[in-house]
């Protein structure tokens, strides 16, 4: 087990250069060979449709790859893998997930807003979405869960999953019994920048989908934002960086706990960054003995000793400056681990998802309270939303007048013209009002 490089700060000590810097994200993998590398595979995937992508899951996923959709006999295959307590435990997960976002459903609306004259708001759900699930060293039905239900909600026609095969070729059964459940149409595999071009762009096996969902590494963050600014792309769900969590706690909490979910995070890469912000320098001192204990447990130990190194447990003057730093920071995920939490929660808006008291961890969020486990990172949830059930939907209105409803407006309409001078719209009314006089 790795020594941990993560030590108790004052705040109130801190220059502010200092304090600067102990708010920064790890420098994201952004650099200009990533994006040029980047930009290649979706010229060839463009360029040469499944023979590319083809050729890239070979390269980088499983070297024997002929195909990109999962036929109906490899997925009945697969499934026979599947346990009875995995399955209930992706029961349990649908039934939560889908009760939340179920109260999500859009209305329709319909206001006169002048006499004759009727505007509506519509809602429709996307022809066809593409839900990326990240593969490699995790098994992740839970992201397949949180992509799945709403789109499936949604009634969106055409929902495709892909996700990048093992070396043997195959994916989890859970990840394959979780797009059964949310009538997956299409899984297709494979993984990288490859996949979003293929979702983006299509090939002769994949059809291009109207937007992409889901998570993913440097080169999939890198290969979504690319096509969402390309005049032939898509659009994608949100910018995405690195996992994170911050938690304000005080003397009333649980060290043990707080060390937990901080571990929950730090496990996920060595770029993610857990913060611990406490008025308590006590509490703060008995967390960082926790995480060294508790992180010599854990299987994916040397991630989260790396993730630590960028991570800070910071002892504020006060419980109400620490909420001001979070506000801040606007982070992914924030835990609230003191008592009375629910009363500072009109304080804290800038954050992706918010987790409430002592025994809310926020591993629960990410598996089966109903809540979604994509959201804005890096600072995004400044001006970013979770993911729910609107997002699977486009909006659009209507509008009607009648010969008496646009004589009403006219006046408004045609004045409003000369300001700008806009005579071909001033006269798409008055040819109408000598039409009907």
Known sequence: ??????????????????????????EQSRSLSLREAVTDILSQVREQGDAAVIKLTQKFDNPSATQLV???????????DLTATVKAAI???YSTITEFHRQQQP???????????????????????????????????????????????????????ATPPTASGGIPAAVVYVAELCGIDDIILCGGA???????????????????????????TEAKQQVSQDASGVAIDMPAGPSELLVIADETANPAFVASDLLSQAEHGADSQVILLTPSEQLA?????????????????????????????????????????????APEHLSLQFNQARDYLPQLTRAGSIFVGHYTPESGGDYAT???????????????SSLGLLDFYRRYTVQESTAQGLAGLADAITTLCDVEGLDAHKRAVTIRLEASS
Not at 70 to 80: G, N, P
Not at 321 to 326: C, P, R, V
Request: aromatic share 6%.
């Open 194 to 220: 490859q996949a979003i071009a293929a979702l983006a762009y299509g090939t002769e096996s994949v059809s291009a989908v109207d937007k992409i969902f889901g998570p993913g590494n440097a080169f999939v």
């Open 285 to 329: 001192t008995q967390v960082q003995r926790q995480l060294q204990q508790q992180c010599s447990e854990l299987s994916r130990q040397e991630t989260a000793a790396e993730a630590l190194a960028n991570s800070r447990l910071i002892v504020t003057d006060s419980l109400n400056q620490a909420i001001s730093l979070s506000e801040q920071y």
């Open 107 to 161: 209305r329709d609306i319909r206001v006169e807003t002048a006499p004759g004259v009727v505007c509506e708001q519509r809602y429709t759900p996307l022809q066809s979405v593409g839900l990326y699930i990240p593969g490699g060293s995790a098994t992740l039905p839970s992201t397949a869960l949180m992509l799945g239900v709403p789109a499936q909600l949604a009634g969106c026609p055409r929902k495709v999953l």
């Open 1 to 26: 087990m790795p020594s941990l490089n993560i030590r108790v700060e004052r705040w109130s000590e801190l220059s502010e250069q200092k304090r600067t810097e102990r708010l920064m994200r790890p």
């Open 70 to 80: 999962m036929s109906a006999e490899q997925k009945a295959e697969t499934l026979k």
């Open 370 to 384: 109903g809540t979604n486990h994509v959201l804005p990172t890096y600072g995004y949830a400044r001006n970013y």
């Open 91 to 93: 029961d349990k997960a």
